[in-house]
């Protein structure tokens, strides 16, 4: 579904990516795992047309990304739910989600897409008319995502979406991911939490200042000594 090809992306002068190369296929959730400042971020703000790459190349079912806009891109059936998630603060809980679905023009889908956001998170459909800014934390995780979906995306993008939360709400959140998942949604997940992160995946691929140093089922990178060292605290 997706292919990147020694893709090369920078800030000004600094060289975030550095070659990288992977590949997510239909149905899979694919992490790619890795520590501040690895790159992580950089990948997925690439592939979603906020940053453009100098090198490489990203094929979505054939498609080549690099020259289309963001909008565009969300249109072939992409979309990110982001770092920090950036709800609209001011905006109610619906008007957010139905923000997500503003590249679509099927009014009866949309509808369709928001009782079934609302049945995934029944969080939100209690908050149905909060502002987004006066949720809790996990809520706004989970309108996020929810947001993300309103696009009805092929394939989702998920930055950090256990950051900032508390234990219980990070083993409610992964759970939906893998719900999100069962219901034939392709996910690329991005996490600092390794050992969730790999819980749901099929595979993995770990990134070190810019580059990807190890790649593999999440099996084998579960057991892999560096591994869990580096990232999944183990000593």
């Known amino acids: 579904m997706l292919e990147i090809k020694d893709l090369h992306t920078y800030y000004g002068n600094i060289h975030a990516l550095k070659g990288i190369s992977l590949e997510v296929e239909q149905g899979e959730v694919v992490s790619l ?3 501040n400042g690895a790159g992580k971020t950089t990948t997925l703000r690439t592939i979603q047309g906020l940053l453009k790459p100098r090198q490489g190349k990203i094929l979505f079912e054939g498609n080549s990304l690099e020259s289309l806009s963001a909008q565009a891109i969300v249109r072939l059936g992409i979309s990110q739910s982001p770092e920090g998630r950036l709800i609209f603060p001011r905006m109610t809980v619906q008007e957010n989600l139905e923000m997500g679905a503003f590249s679509r023009r099927d009014a009866v889908g949309i509808k369709s897409d928001l009782e079934k956001a609302l049945h995934l998170f029944p969080r939100l459909r209690e908050r149905i008319n909060q502002k987004g800014g006066t949720l809790s934390g996990g809520e706004q995780q989970m309108l996020a995502i929810a ?14 979406p256990s950051m900032g939360l508390a234990p219980m709400l990070v083993s ?10 069962i219901q034939g949604t392709t996910i690329l997940l991005v996490e600092q939490n390794a050992r969730m992160a790999l819980t749901v995946s099929h595979r993995g691929y770990v990134l070190q200042t810019g580059e990807i140093v190890l790649t593999g089922t999440a ?4 057991s892999n000594e ?6 999944l605290g183990e000593t």
Do not use: W
């Open 147 to 160: 947001r993300a979906m309103m696009a009805r995306p092929r394939l989702l993008l998920l930055d950090e």
């Open 33 to 35: 795992i890795g520590s």
């Open 219 to 222: 099996k084998d990178l579960q």
């Open 226 to 231: 560096t591994v869990r060292k580096a990232y």
């Open 172 to 181: 409610q959140i992964f759970s939906i991911i893998r719900d999100i998942n």
